[in-house]
């Protein structure tokens, strides 16, 4: 990685943690730093959009000027006078310490491991090009054009080359231009945060329920899992689907069981930037909406389901209107959707469905422990074990985890299989496989947070910290 390079990231992750600071999200912790990249990037896109809107080409400069004034304006500099080198060594001591408490050879294990896994991966996505064909096609494609042209509004949609997923809106493509504006040759390390973003959001947020070792572990079985683990080797808008909602849903769960409203406000951006980078995520938005209405019957307050709204419309609107307005695309092009739905095309779904979940196979896709391991089975059965105390404790993720499901497969139901000159059987085994993806952080956690898996871990941990 080149030093321009490496200097954009530090910008966008800079931008992001300032944003961090004030939304009142002050910790100095991994899950911060992986909510202030994921948050940076997506920051970086709108800086783009809207110089697009007024006709301002966007450059590495540009951006430089525009990250730079937006740090500078949210800093505090009364904190900064009273800065003390000592003082900050003494907060990086105590961080690393608290990393370490209850730290032993269990989970030195589970992180070898998943170090392990990081640079085998990395080896071989730094190495090889892209060579994906929705990434020549669309993402990569349209983010070499923004970076040379410096707009949104490139010469291929003029003549009709902005690829299947040239609709989407602009997130991922205008992250991978960033790069590029930046120095990069292989824009593949974004496809390496994403994957590390989402295992040390979903790492955080289940130690919160769940022993550091028992986090470790339920980590590793996320980050092993076979498609998801080789997607970070590939510039597919998969991987950053799943860190984006992992960084909507698992705050959210945070912030409705403990009622920290600092994690409802890393949901709304989560949320905001998952409806930025794909249409179908819109899926994961109306779970959320569902979970914050019942917050709403439950303690009378509806700040949270304004804000929420909020955060799910102004994306969805923006680019709609841009879609139609600049980029003259018809409705149908833009959502593709319209078909009937047929008893045939649920029967089909729900096969594959299961299939993925559980351990049958449905047509020429692999069984679903191929795909993902044990990230399904594993905490479905974990779940089933405690099922009277899960139900009673965290209900308002298995409405969370239903309403998804089911919109999501719904989408998919009413795809226009001419459009999209794809069969649903061609869908559900392509497009929705690896949407699949953003599903397993939130089974994953719900399992790690059961009562029995709790006490599981907390009797290991007890054996391995007893003296004799």
């Known amino acids: 990685m080149n030093i321009s390079l490496f200097f954009g990231l530090l910008l966008a992750f800079g931008a992001g943690w300032m944003m961090l600071e004030k939304l009142s999200f002050k910790t100095v912790s991994l899950e911060k730093a992986a909510y202030s990249m994921l948050f940076g990037l997506g920051l970086q896109s709108w800086w783009m959009f809207l110089l697009d809107i007024i006709n301002f080409q966007f450059s590495q400069s540009v951006l430089t000027v525009l990250n730079l004034v937006l740090i500078i304006a949210l800093s505090d500099f009364d904190k900064l006078k009273q800065f003390k080198a000592a003082a900050f060594t003494n907060s990086i001591k105590d961080f690393v310490k608290t990393q ?18 990081f640079y085998l991966i990395a080896v071989k996505s730094l190495f090889w090009p892209t060579t994906e064909h929705d990434a020549i096609g669309t993402f990569d494609k349209l983010g070499i054009w923004y970076a040379i042209e410096g707009k949104i509004h490139v010469s291929l949609y003029d003549v009709k080359l902005q690829g299947a997923g040239g609709i989407y809106p602009p997130l991922f493509p205008c992250s991978i231009a960033y790069t590029y504006l930046y120095g990069a040759e292989n824009p593949k390390i974004l496809s390496l945060l994403y994957y590390v973003c989402t295992l040390a959001i979903f790492y955080a947020v289940a130690s919160r329920y769940i022993s550091n070792f028992g986090a470790a572990i339920f980590t590793l079985v996320l980050g092993w899992a ?7 080797a590939l510039l597919l808008s998969n991987l950053p689907s799943t860190a984006y909602v992992a960084a909507a849903a698992l705050p959210l769960f945070v912030w409705y069981k403990e009622r920290e409203f600092r994690y409802f406000k890393i949901a709304l951006l989560g949320i905001l930037f998952s409806v930025w980078l794909r249409q179908d995520l819109l899926a994961f938005a109306v779970a959320g909406f569902a979970v914050v209405l019942l917050y709403l019957v439950k303690h009378k307050q509806w700040l949270p389901i304004v804000l929420y709204a909020s ?29 009937a739905i047929s008893l045939q095309k649920i029967t089909m779904a729900a096969a594959y469905l299961w299939a993925y979940i559980g351990l049958g196979q449905t047509g020429s896709s692999p069984p679903g422990y191929f795909l993902y391991g044990i990230a399904f089975i594993f905490p479905i059965l974990l779940i089933a074990f405690s099922a009277k105390s899960f139900f009673k404790t965290w209900n308002f993720t298995v409405l969370y985890f239903v309403a998804a499901l089911a919109f999501y497969t719904l989408i998919f139901l009413l795809l226009d299989e001419k459009l999209q000159d794809a069969s649903l059987q061609s869908l559900m085994e392509s497009s929705y496989k690896r949407g699949m993806f953003c599903f397993m952080p939130i089974i994953l956690f719900q399992a790690a947070a059961t009562e029995k898996v709790q006490l599981f871990f907390a009797a290991i941990e007890k054996y391995l910290w007893t003296e004799e």
């Open 311 to 339: 955060a799910v419309l102004t994306p969805f609107a923006a680019w709609s209107w841009y879609v139609k307005a600049d980029l003259h695309l018809s409705t149908a092009e833009r959502f593709g959707a319209g078909s």
């Open 226 to 232: 076979p498609e998801f683990f080789s997607h970070a």
């Open 100 to 117: 370490l408490t209850n730290f032993h050879a269990g989970s030195a294990v589970a992180w070898l491991i998943l170090i392990g896994l």
